[in-house]
């Protein structure tokens, strides 16, 4: 299958959708690196921040379905075009409209559809055929890994320009707004390359899955039930709720550095820019490391959460007049632990033995279970820093410690049956 697919249009093709993913969420998830600006310029509240992303979660789960059954009658280069230029479009509206905050909640269920809908199933889509063309059966971790570094580096220079940007002006408005214009403009570069450099051929299969799948259409609902019977699915779901967890407060640090710690809002979103995009090209050692050092990703997963438990516990014991730049080094680190796990945390679904043509419903599952966070967690983070100022940082370290915790106990219950099925 390799040599039927010229390494140039691999990669070339990996790159633009790179570059897509990394363009087509900068305003869904503004708040990673503009918290605080856009707090200042629209006049929201910790809350309605949170909401935002609440919105964005719900919208997401209602589309997932619908739109993915759509995704797999459409061209995908033509779904991909549209969904950039659909996401320019509302950029553009939400440049001059971020001060309502009805319409910012409009916009966020567009997104929603935009991104989660029509995106996300096209590209993990393709990601997937690329995997099986070019390399064996269960190997498509490489293509992803390929994808996230080129996301990675992508995002953190177009939101490295965006934040350069909004600096040149004094006027926060105008800052934001500029900001917003920025990531408008990526969105058509990234449509510019999708247009050139993505290989349409690599989606040859495509017809031949639809097919396939359709043989299973009708028993849907008796596929659920068995994948729910399998205990270690459920042990998977919280696995990936909480790696998202894990990745979604992230963005906290933002604030954190700014509020408690000291750091001027543009050093906190150089910062953000670090943790949040330049650590995606991480990805590719996470999933080298868990295939080659650990042989299975929930085995690293499981020591990423620990370590990453012990190193957010530091924090607790990090001394008040500690130098401002080592304490913002130091939350790189659990960034960094995040990126090499939380990208290729889907590959524990290959290890819980669920049969092949269940492997739809299984990702299907751990989506909704990785939705659950910007469902409740977000909220109610949003509310303790309304209410509690700056001990809700400290609040929300402890239950990001609880949660990994808990997410070492499921690794090591897959771990264990794992282990009880090779000896039996």
């Known amino acids: 299958m390799e040599t039927q697919i010229s390494k140039f249009k691999l990669y070339a093709t990996l790159f633009a959708l790179g570059v897509a993913g990394g363009s087509i969420f900068i305003i869904p998830y503004i708040k990673f690196v503009f918290y605080d600006l856009q707090l200042q310029v629209t006049g929201m509240t910790n809350t309605q921040s949170a909401l935002l992303m609440t919105v964005f979660s719900v919208a997401s789960l209602v589309f997932d379905v619908p739109c993915g059954m759509i995704c797999d009658k459409i061209n995908s280069k033509k779904g991909l075009i549209f969904a950039l230029l659909a996401t320019t479009a509302v950029t553009l509206l939400y440049a001059f409209a971020s001060t309502h905050y009805v319409v910012s909640l409009l916009i966020w269920v567009i997104l929603a559809f935009l991104t989660m809908g029509i995106y996300w199933p096209i590209f993990s889509k393709v990601l997937n055929i690329i995997g099986n063309k070019t390399g064996t ?4 971790g490489s293509s ?3 994808y996230y570094a080129f996301n990675g580096i992508s995002a953190a220079v177009l939101e490295a320009l965006a934040l350069w940007v909004s600096t040149r002006f004094e006027d926060p408005v105008m800052s934001f707004r500029m900001a917003i214009l920025v990531a408008a403009g990526s969105t058509i570069l990234a449509t510019v390359l999708i247009i050139f450099l993505f290989d349409s051929e690599l989606t040859a299969p495509e017809a031949a899955q639809v097919k396939t799948e359709k043989k299973h ?17 459920w042990m998977m779901m919280i696995i990936c709720m909480i790696a998202y967890c894990m990745y979604s407060m992230m963005s906290y640090f933002t604030p954190f550095l700014t509020a408690v710690v000291g750091v001027s809002p543009e050093a906190s979103g150089v910062f953000a820019i670090i943790r949040t995009y330049i650590f995606l090209i991480l990805a590719l050692v996470g999933g080298l490391i868990a295939d080659k050092v650990f042989k299975g990703t929930t085995k690293w997963i499981m020591l990423v959460f620990f370590v990453t438990a012990v190193i957010i516990g530091g924090l607790f014991i990090m001394p008040h007049n500690a130098n401002v730049m080592l304490i913002s080094i130091y939350t ?4 960094a632990l995040v990126q090499m796990s939380y990208p290729i945390k889907y590959s524990v679904i290959g290890e819980i033995g669920v049969k092949q043509h269940l492997l739809g419903t299984a990702t299907g599952l751990a989506a909704l279970a990785g939705a659950l966070p910007d469902l409740v967690l977000g909220p109610f983070i949003g509310s303790l820093l309304d209410t509690r100022g700056n001990d809700a940082y400290y609040i929300l370290f402890g239950i ?3 949660l ?6 499921c690794c090591w219950r897959i771990v264990r049956k794992q282990k009880a099925a090779e000896l039996a």
């Open 137 to 140: 059966a269960g190997r498509s």
């Open 332 to 335: 790189l680190i659990p960034a």
């Open 400 to 402: 990001l410690i609880v």
């Open 144 to 146: 992803f890994g390929w």
């Open 404 to 409: 990994l915790l808990i997410g070492c106990f």
């Open 217 to 233: 259409s009708g028993i849907e609902m008796n596929q659920l039930t068995e994948v729910l019977k399998n205990p270690s699915v």
